[in-house]
Nanobody
Framework: QVQLVESGGGPVQAGGSLRLACAASGRTGSTYAMGWFRQAPGKEREFVVVMSWNGRNTFYAESVKGRFTISRDNLWNAVYLQMNSLIPEDTAVYYC?????????????????????WGQGTQVTVSS
């Protein structure tokens, strides 16, 4: 089992920045494909950015491309989401997710149902 805990959310004005962190505990000696997702009120959970098992490949949603950046530490103990130039449409609960069994080291998973472990989420509120 892997436990994921997000932090770093909060209120921010449009144009501002936040850095979300996702701390992993449990089977941290293993490697996982990772993803950041978000869910706005009344909407389905959607992918924001995903990273492959080997950490070499990433894929961003069009809505955040060029503004958000995913990164991880070398020990796979934490994954980060740097969010710049925030806009009100970015307001949502942000979740990190991990997938243990992968098809290949470079495969990218964007589906909510493809992930095995989820954090509890952290609220990001962007005001105009």
């Amino acid at each position: 089992q892997v436990q994921l805990v997000e932090s770093g959310g909060g209120p921010v004005q449009a144009g501002g920045s936040l850095r979300l962190a996702c701390a992993a505990s449990g089977r941290t000696g293993s490697t996982y494909a990772m993803g950041w997702f978000r869910q706005a009120p009344g909407k389905e959970r959607e992918f924001v950015v995903v990273m492959s098992w080997n950490g070499r490949n990433t894929f961003y949603a069009e809505s955040v491309k060029g503004r958000f950046t995913i990164s991880r530490d070398n020990l796979w103990n934490a994954v980060y989401l740097q969010m710049n130039s925030l806009i009100p449409e970015d307001t949502a609960v942000y979740y990190c997710a991990a997938k243990g069994t992968v098809l290949s080291e470079s495969h990218l998973y964007t589906g909510v149902n493809e992930y095995d472990y989820w954090g509890q989420g952290t609220q990001v509120t962007v005001s105009s």
